[in-house]
Nanobody
Framework: QVQLVESGGGLVQAGGSLTLSCAAS????????VGWFRQAPGKDREFITG????????YYAASVKGRFSISRTNAKNTVYLQMNSLKAEDTAVYYC??????????????????WGQGTQVTVSS
């Protein structure tokens, strides 16, 4: 079992930046990957980026590549999502999720076993 807790959401103006955190606890000694997803009202949950915990290799969806950056710190068992140049269309609830392999390109939500509770990000235009 892996428990995930997101934090860092809030209200930011368009063009601004925000950093989200995803703290992992439990069976974090097993190889796994962490993905960040987001879900806007009335839309499907969308994969935006993933990181392999063991290698640190990253993967980004086209919609955020160049603006968002994912990283992790082994000591704190925490994954970060740095979001820059935010746009109104980035407004959504952001979730982190853990997948029980080291593959950072798993984009389907149903393939993830563990989820955080989500954190709201609102970008005002």
């Amino acid at each position: 079992q892996v428990q995930l807790v997101e934090s860092g959401g809030g209200l930011v103006q368009a063009g601004g930046s925000l950093t989200l955190s995803c703290a992992a606890s439990g069976r974090t000694d097993n190889p796994y990957a962490v993905g960040w997803f987001r879900q806007a009202p009335g839309k499907d949950r969308e994969f935006i980026t993933g990181i392999s915990w063991s290698s640190g290799a990253t993967y980004y969806a086209a919609s955020v590549k160049g603006r968002f950056s994912i990283s992790r710190t082994n000591a704190k068992n925490t994954v970060y999502l740095q979001m820059n140049s935010l746009k109104a269309e980035d407004t959504a609830v952001y979730y982190c999720a853990a997948h029980p392999t080291s593959d950072n390109r798993i984009v389907q939500p149903h393939e993830y076993d563990y989820w955080g509770q989500g954190t709201q990000v609102t970008v005002s235009s």
